[in-house]
């Protein structure tokens, strides 16, 4: 069974362009979640969808940022127009139905974001 | 604010030695306590985790030590080995789901 998937591995774009996360979860689970890990410093939650459902948004930084669930299958997360301090690694996390809390969740390799 | 702290951030160990990574947390709504292990390249993933329900867990050579009054949990990591080499993460979750990481711990097992 595959896994999380992420693309892509790597993107390096300048200064206000725009760029396009994609995440493919793991089939069936409802729960996607979208983590940022900035240089050196902690993973921290960005948002959660449940199906094509936001959640809970309370992590995305600032009205740049567009996450979008289609279908409640795969998602992207959209940044627009990119500042220097979104780069980072990107990860996108998925999980079963249920309990969101009880459940593991399994995270993708990530996509590194270079802003230059 | 920073809900759960980790330290150290790097840590050399060697072979067969021991290796304790801490973590304390700030909020006592939190339920689940996971530990993730990433390797270069990779996703984290989940290594083992513990309730408060219960103040030690044990898997193999990685144990959980839990001490809810005092908000802390720590990862031992017995008989290190150079394929322990990793970030290890701590993390704290509630029945929103969320996790809530620490900052990441830099291992390194010399052998």
């Known amino acids: 069974e595959a896994g999380v998937t992420q693309f892509p591995s790597h993107s390096v774009i300048e200064k206000g362009q725009t760029v396009t996360l994609r995440c493919d979860p793991i089939s069936g689970h409802d729960n996607l979640y979208w983590y940022r890990r900035v240089m050196g410093k902690e993973i921290k939650f960005l948002l959660h969808?449940?199906?094509?459902?936001?959640?809970?948004e309370s992590g995305m930084p600032n009205n740049r940022f567009l996450a979008e669930r289609t279908g409640g299958t795969y998602s992207t997360l959209k940044v627009q127009p990119a500042e220097l301090e979104d780069s980072g690694v990107y990860f996108c996390?998925?999980?079963?139905?249920?309990?969101?809390?009880?459940?593991?969740?399994?995270f993708g390799a990530g996509t590194r974001l270079s802003v230059l | 604010q920073q809900q759960v702290k980790q330290s150290p951030q790097s840590l050399i160990v060697q072979k067969g030695g021991i290796s304790i990574i801490n973590c304390a947390y700030e909020n006592t709504a939190f339920d689940y306590f996971p530990w993730y292990q990433q390797f270069p390249g990779k996703g984290p993933a989940l290594l083992i985790a513990?309730?408060?329900?219960?103040s030690e867990k044990k898997e193999g050579r990685f144990t959980i030590s839990f001490n809810k009054s005092a908000k802390q949990f720590s990862l031992h990591i017995m008989d290190s080995q150079p394929g322990d080499s990793a970030t290890y993460f701590c993390a704290v979750y509630n029945q929103g789901g969320k996790l809530i990481f620490g900052q990441g711990t830099e291992l390194s097992v010399k052998p």
């Open positions: 996390a998925s999980s079963q139905a249920g309990l969101a809390g009880k459940n593991i969740q399994y």
């Open positions: 969808f449940v199906k094509e459902s936001k959640q809970d």
């Open positions: 513990i309730r408060p329900d219960v």
